[in-house]
């Protein structure tokens, strides 16, 4: 079973950048279908940005289109959000997520494997 370990939150101004990383063991990450979500406290998880398990496509939530930019670094075993022109609605706990049942990329049903989180903090 892979192992997922975000990193890389923090507290930002409006505006501001972040990176996270999801560092993966026990398995090779890009054999799976792989994505960021995001959650609110009392909200459902929802998905943010995922790539397709053969790599040539990326998908994106309406919200974060052209300022969120998902990618991977297949010799780190590590997926990347790099998070540009944030906002404060975007202030949530952010996973890492792999998995291997079939479904629309934005369904959490279809990953099996999550990380602890990491949290994201953007102040007005």
């Known amino acids: 079973q892979v192992q997922l370990v975000e990193s890389g939150g923090g507290s930002v101004q409006a505006g501001g950048s972040l990176r996270l990383a999801c560092v993966a063991s026990g398995g090779t990450i890009s054999n799976y279908r792989r994505g960021w979500f995001r959650q609110t406290p009392g909200k459902e998880r929802e998905a943010v940005a995922g790539i397709w398990l053969d790599g040539d ?13 998902i990618s991977e670094d297949k010799a780190k075993n590590t997926l990347y959000l790099q998070m540009n022109s944030l906002k404060p609605e975007g202030t949530a706990m952010y996973y ?11 369904n959490v049903r279809v990953y099996n494997f999550w ?5 994201v903090t953007v102040s007005s």
Do not use: E, N
Request: hydrophobic share 30%.
């Open 115 to 119: 990380g602890q989180g990491t949290q």
């Open 57 to 69: 496509g990326l998908s994106y939530a309406d919200a974060v289109k052209d300022r969120f930019t």
């Open 96 to 106: 890492c997520a792999a998995g291997t049942y079939g479904g629309p990329w934005f």
